[in-house]
């Protein structure tokens, strides 16, 4: 089982702030990386797949980097929603594991 | 706009079995492009991904719960169902059903249900 490492686990941030969290695959996982946001409460929102590829209606503030074990999410500019857990997660192959989440906090 | 909704009980007594159904809207179970996957989250903890149901009908599980998770499908009523078996305490979570898109660059679970709580409790 590939084990997803994230860092730090808890970010705190002021709005209009940049964020960078990383991610750190057990094993080369190429690009089949994902990233979500996950706002307490709500189920979690599909931000970035294949590394650096947005999904569909996210902001360009976020962006996301990496390949093999080393990933990262970026956020330029965080606004009042941004502030959320961000979990990554791998389809490298089975079974398919998530990171245990960085929180962005104010 | 494709809609997912989870349905079951909200309480499940230690060594019974746990049904949940996944009502699917705006997409078809049978599509190509498409997986459909349950995953879960302890209350105050992170995501874990218990299984995966293919077009075909196919499945993979997680190996943590292979012995006791079964997800199948009901092609006329556009709906997917887990269920796991021998539950205890450990089994209390957020249960959700998600559809995976198959995509170019990638792929990234871009579908979620609300999600439904269980309690497994006596």
């Known amino acids: 089982e590939i084990i997803l490492t994230q860092s730090p686990t808890t970010l705190s941030a002021s709005p209009g702030d940049s964020a960078t969290l990383f991610c750190k695959a057990s094993q080369t996982i190429t690009i089949n990386l994902a990233w979500y946001q996950q706002i307490p409460g709500q189920a979690p929102r599909l931000l970035i797949y294949?590394?650096?590829t947005r999904a569909a209606s996210i902001p360009a503030r976020f962006s996301g980097s990496g390949s093999g074990t080393e990933f990262a999410l970026t956020i330029a500019g965080l606004q009042s929603e941004d502030f959320a857990i961000y979990y990554c997660?791998?389809?490298?192959?089975?079974?398919?594991?998530f990171g245990q989440g960085t929180t962005v906090e104010i | 706009q494709v809609q997912l909704q989870e349905s079951g009980p909200g309480l499940v007594k230690p060594s019974e079995t746990l049904s949940l159904t996944c009502s699917v809207s705006g997409a078809s179970v049978n599509s190509i492009g498409f997986n459909w996957n349950w995953v879960r989250q302890h209350p105050e903890k992170g995501l874990e991904w218990l299984g995966i149901?293919?077009?075909?009908?196919?499945?993979w599980y997680t190996p943590s719960l292979k012995s006791r998770l079964r997800i199948s499908v009901d092609t006329t009523k556009n709906q997917f169902s887990l269920i796991l078996t021998s539950v205890t305490a450990a089994d209390t979570a957020v249960y959700y059903c998600v559809r995976e898109a198959i995509m170019p660059r990638g792929r990234g679970f871009d579908s979620w249900g609300q999600g439904t709580l269980v309690t497994v409790a006596s």
């Open positions: 294949g590394a650096s």
């Open positions: 997660q791998h389809y490298n192959d089975w079974p398919m594991t």
């Open positions: 149901l293919f077009p075909s009908g196919s499945t």
